[in-house]
């Protein structure tokens, strides 16, 4: 099947000359709605390339191919009692291990276990003169150097093709614990600085304001998860000196199920004309001189909003204030493509944009993979 991939590639280099024809490389489709608008290009197809090529529970290590459907791998972890946790996002059912890595999206746990990128250990792709390419391992210590398996990470099918990818995967813990708080986001930045200096087991948090929730009401919940001795701890303590509530247990994964795949009412946009933006920014940020509903996850450092398209430069400049950027996630339902006509994503800094160069020169000489989707 890879080679059928190569093939494609290359019909495509030789016609880029004359017909500047580009690949879009694409999995199950899910993510369709993520990055710059993107042109009629050929498709390639990942999703025949799929399946398991390598399984040790023992070492905490699993490979598969690209086009292997994500609840495919999931399940085959959790047979082992283990999971990806990086929790990473589907949004609908289809979406491949392939485009779980190119998309470089991460859950709710990101802030305390890492992101995708921390736990890749090692890649195969195909670059845009057809060469299948090896990098990594499959054990931690194999990373040195120039780390180009982790550039896969978000790099949104413009380098590269992924072909094959192995991840270093975790034990589900034994503790698993969602506690809730009524506050404020002044408090809840207040709460958040003080128990980063604490040894506690926090897994995710998420603020939802009243503004934009079905609960009506500004709300924090905090998933504790780790030794069941060391949750339940943590749990009687904090809710005793912060007024807090243990939900009930068979409630905490949904909780962060709907919050991972963006399935909680906040993420049901407001009006038709408002996009989904998304504030990255350091954790300690105090909170921002924002109007809008927000859901701040990450224990503060990714921050979502309903905006519309055009108050994009003032998102930006407010977000670069902080030290970050801002990204629209996701185009309204009235205007859908165009509201990204001045790009998704926040420009990057001449340095950055010249490193970024550099790698597609050295991956993609031929742009076969430039879409313009970043």
């Not at 919940?221 to 001795?229: D, K």
Request: proline share 5%; hydrophobic share 40%.
């Amino acid at each position: 099947m890879v080679q059928h991939f190569i093939d494609q590639i290359a019909t495509a280099r030789s016609a880029k000359q004359s017909l500047r024809k580009s690949l879009r490389i694409r999995g199950g489709g899910t993510k369709d709605f993520y990055g710059n608008v993107l042109g009629n290009f050929e498709v390639l197809d990942t999703r025949s390339h799929s399946g398991i090529t390598s399984y040790e529970p023992s070492e905490l290590v699993v490979t598969a191919r690209a086009g292997t459907p994500l609840a495919e791998l999931e399940a085959a972890l959790l047979e082992k009692n283990q999971y990806l946790p990086f929790e990473p996002p589907s949004f609908a059912s289809g979406s491949t291990v392939g485009g779980m890595v190119a998309s470089g999206l991460s859950g709710a746990a990101r802030a305390s276990v890492g992101s995708v990128r921390d736990h890749i250990l090692g890649v195969q792709i195909v670059n845009g003169a057809g060469e299948i390419l090896n990098f990594g391992g499959t054990v931690m210590k194999n990373v040195a150097g120039y780390d180009v398996s982790r550039l896969m990470a978000g790099s949104m099918g413009t380098l590269a093709l992924i072909t094959e990818v192995s991840l270093k995967v975790l034990p589900i813990p034994a503790g698993d614990a969602t506690i809730g708080f009524d506050i404020d986001q002044t408090q809840l930045f207040k709460l958040l600085n003080r128990w980063r200096a604490l040894p506690l087991p926090i897994s995710s948090t998420a603020w939802v304001d009243g503004r934009g929730s079905a609960l009506g009401r500004n709300a924090l919940f905090v998933r504790l998860r780790g030794a069941e001795a060391a949750v339940e701890s943590a749990s009687a303590q904090m809710t005793k000196e912060h007024g807090g509530y243990t939900l009930p247990q068979d409630r905490s994964p949904a909780v962060w199920r709907t919050a991972n795949h963006h399935e909680m009412s906040f993420f049901t946009p407001p009006a038709d004309d408002l996009c989904l933006w998304r504030l990255s920014v350091a954790a300690t940020t105090p909170p921002l001189d924002l109007s809008f509903p927000q859901l701040v996850e990450w224990q503060g450092a990714q921050r979502w909003l309903w905006a519309r398209a055009t108050e994009g430069a003032a998102l930006q400049a407010i977000a670069s204030k902080a030290g970050g950027h801002a990204t629209l996630f996701k185009a309204s339902q009235k205007h859908s493509d165009t509201d990204k006509a001045q790009g998704a994503f926040q420009p990057l800094s001449p340095v950055l944009a010249k490193v970024n160069q550099n790698l597609r020169e050295q991956l993609d000489q031929h742009q076969v993979f430039n879409t313009g989707r970043i």
